[in-house]
């Protein structure tokens, strides 16, 4: 009787579970400790990331405010379609918007990103590329000058 109950619960678990967190992070997130790294994403899943990326960054020894700090300046999502820039800062706000804080005057894309359209509304992509620290990866900046994105190389 037990052994079947766990069972149920199981695959009720993994159902529910596996549409939410279709991808794993977790490697992103390893290599974002030690330097650059990017990925292509679903933009719905942004918040699985950037959550991710927070408890992984802070199990290894960062703040929450140094954490915050990165994001804000040094991780951008760029729309593989259309081209357009979500900036680090706007990506974090959206967290805070979805743990229900209410942001004045928030932008109208924001809650589409929230529900995973891109910011411009004249573009059907549901993706995102995200890059952590590209100004420390030539390859990444190389890439994203093809996009129209320029970003400054860090030294
Ligand atoms: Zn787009």
């Given at each position: ?18 549409k939410r967190t279709a991808t ?16 292509v994403i679903v933009i719905s899943e942004w918040l699985v990331l950037y ?26 999502g ?13 990506l974090?706000?959206l967290s805070?918007?979805h ?12 809650y589409r990103v929230l529900e995973g359209h891109c ?6 992509c549901k993706k995102m ?27």
């Open positions: 009787m037990r052994a079947a109950r766990m069972n149920f619960w199981k695959l009720f678990a993994v159902k529910g579970f596996n794993d992070f977790t490697s992103f997130a390893e290599n974002a400790k030690h330097g650059p790294a990017d990925c959550e991710t990326l927070g408890k992984v960054l802070m199990n290894s020894g960062m703040t929450a405010q140094v954490i915050v700090g990165l994001v804000n300046k040094r991780l951008i760029v729309c593989p379609k259309c081209r357009t820039l979500y900036p680090g800062e706007g974090a706000t805070m918007m743990d229900g804080l209410k942001i004045i005057n928030a932008p109208p894309d924001a910011r411009n509304d004249s573009c059907t590329m995200i890059f952590w620290k590209p100004d420390e990866d030539r390859n990444a900046i190389s890439r994203l000058a093809g996009l129209g994105i320029n970003v400054r190389p860090k030294v």
